[in-house]
């Protein structure tokens, strides 16, 4: 099934609000939750745009490693930002990432990216940039968002709000199983570890804080299996919007 791809370019304004036709869907939660999984899994199941957001941060602040900017200067990656496209083209398997027209889906997975996007994404303007964008991607609806802010700061009246949680010990075994090859110098505390620092800065930034919405449903993965995941997700999907015809 073709889908259009969401894209980002100049600085824009958000879109004027208006009754969606079809809900959007805010799934968020700290690093190495399963939340990219979790919202491929939904919008394949009601037919949904799947919009990553958080490989919007990833791709421009790989940007900024290619033109060996720091990441600390938010005039900077704002000026980065404004000379940028990033395309996002949702596939079954997952979106493919376009970062001005290159695909870049598998480098932006990358630790070295990893961590420069959450050095990116503290400042408060670029942060309001991406937002304006992000906006305008989901604005008629029908599209499943993940990241941070989603449910908070990005769309505060999405139709369907996740929080999706899990131990930082529990999500750091998952992605050393999952990203780390055998053969890399990288041990599961320092995964670990990492999640850590990152989820410090996270809840601790000034600028959309991670956190649950009020509205949010937590859902807590900790002791739960990935099919157990998926499942009770979609319980909570079906409860606030009821069974769309899947297309």
Known sequence: MGTPAAETGSIAKPATTKRRERPVIAIDGPAGAGKSTLAAYLARRF???????GAMYRALALKAIDNDLG????????????????????????NIVLLDGVDVSRRVRDGDVTAAASRVSVHPRLREWMVDQQRLMGASGGVVMEGRDIGTVVFPDAEVKIFLDAAPEVRGNRRYRQGVPAQAEVT?????????????????????????AADAVILDSTTMSLNEVLAAAEGIVRTHIGEPQLQ
């Open 47 to 53: 037919g949904f745009l799947n919009l990553e957001t």
């Open 71 to 94: 990441f600390d200067d938010e005039d900077e990656l704002l000026d980065l930002a404004g000379r940028t496209r990033i395309a996002l083209k949702p596939q079954l398997e997952g």
């Open 188 to 212: 599961e505390e320092a995964v670990i570890r990492e999640l850590k620092e990152r989820d410090a800065r996270d809840r601790n930034r000034s600028e959309s804080p991670l956190r649950p």
